[in-house]
């Protein structure tokens, strides 16, 4: 018996065969290139039909498919927004994957829910019935698990704190994806750093090297490895935000553990200690004591891990 899991994410499909315990037994990533819209669905179909096929082959039957998708997943519809994908406003991912699958049950569910299931199968979270991943990368999500269960909200939208208000007052650049996000994610990272070459003239150092327009979150961080003094004032800031985001979460929740992960986590590892102690100013004294916060165990696969364990859960009920 086998489970098939897609993670599908703004720039490729990532695709694994896990075993019931959790060992992947092939795994391959497909680029999506140009692809939007209804191609980027049809990729998937073909991609999940090669791996049921070649499954087969090998005697080994999937039982099971779960996919992991960049924004919404309507529960009631089988309908997904994904808003790094053009064309995927309501796209009607759940019909377009059954059509393929015949009798094999298919569920799909949001990336950042996906990242804490993969965590409980097989990461960080294992044990746990309350814990957060806080998820940094382009943009900015959090899944989170209460009392064993994925808290998904009235419309599937839970966990979508790249529109935490961290700041006052209100900005119109904020309406695109939020405040949180618009300083703290890798795209607020380089946003955040333009701006302030564009604003300080007699900055010389190695990020002003790079055309403005081509600065991404990679070459910050390995400016304020170098102890580049405009890398660094854009990397604190991003502390602070992230520190205020956990203690809000902490409060709110009172998680045993709060799990960073995405692509900024990555080069921000480093930087746990000090996110911690910002935390500890904001956060209830209590709980912020009590709650363990580290880094995913899983890095780059935790949502495919957790496409795999919404497949075992699927096939299980």
């Known amino acids: 018996m086998a489970l098939l899991g897609i993670d599908l994410g703004g720039t490729k499909v990532a695709s694994a065969v896990f075993t019931e315990n959790g060992s992947i037994i092939e795994k391959n990533i497909t680029f999506l290139g140009n692809r939007k819209g209804a191609d980027v669905g049809r990729l998937i179909s073909e991609k999940i039909c090669e791996l049921l096929d070649s499954r087969e082959h ?5 039982k099971s498919v779960g996919i992991s998708v960049p924004g919404i997943s309507h529960s009631d519809s089988g309908t997904v927004w994904a808003p790094n994908i053009p064309g995927w406003e309501e796209y009607p991912l759940l019909a377009e994957v059954k059509a393929v699958c015949s009798k094999i049950p298919v569920n799909i569910d949001s990336d950042r829910a996906c990242y804490i299931m993969g965590e409980v199968w097989q990461g960080n979270a294992r044990g746990c019935r309350n814990a957060i991943f806080l ?9 989170i698990l209460i009392d064993g269960e994925v808290l998904r909200g009235s419309h599937d939208i839970a966990g979508a704190i790249g529109w935490m208000a961290l700041n ?18 890798g795209a607020g990272i380089a946003k955040t750093t333009r701006t302030y070459l564009n604003e300080d003239i007699t900055y010389s150092g190695d990020l002003r090297k ?3 327009e081509k600065i991404t979150s990679h ?3 390995s400016a304020f490895e170098q102890g580049d003094h405009l890398a660094a004032t854009v990397i604190r800031q991003c502390v602070e935000f992230w520190g ?7 409060s709110l929740f009172n998680p045993e553990k709060i799990i960073l992960g995405g692509g900024v986590f990555g080069p921000a590892i480093s930087l746990i200690p000090a996110i911690k102690e910002e935390a500890s100013r904001w956060a209830q004294p209590v709980s912020i004591r009590q ?4 880094a995913s165990s899983l890095a780059g696969d935790a ?6 364990y919404l497949a075992l859960k699927n096939w299980q009920e």
Do not use: K, Q, W
């Open 210 to 212: 790079i055309p403005v």
């Open 291 to 294: 709650v363990n916060i580290g």
């Open 135 to 143: 998820a940094v990368g382009t943009g900015i999500g959090a899944g």
């Open 244 to 250: 205020m985001a956990v203690a809000n979460l902490v």
């Open 303 to 308: 949502g495919i891990y957790g496409a795999g």
């Open 58 to 62: 090998e005697g080994t039957e999937i």
């Open 168 to 185: 006052r007052p209100f900005r119109d650049e904020y309406l695109s994806c939020g405040c949180f996000e618009h300083y703290a994610s």
């Open 219 to 221: 070459e910050v961080f």
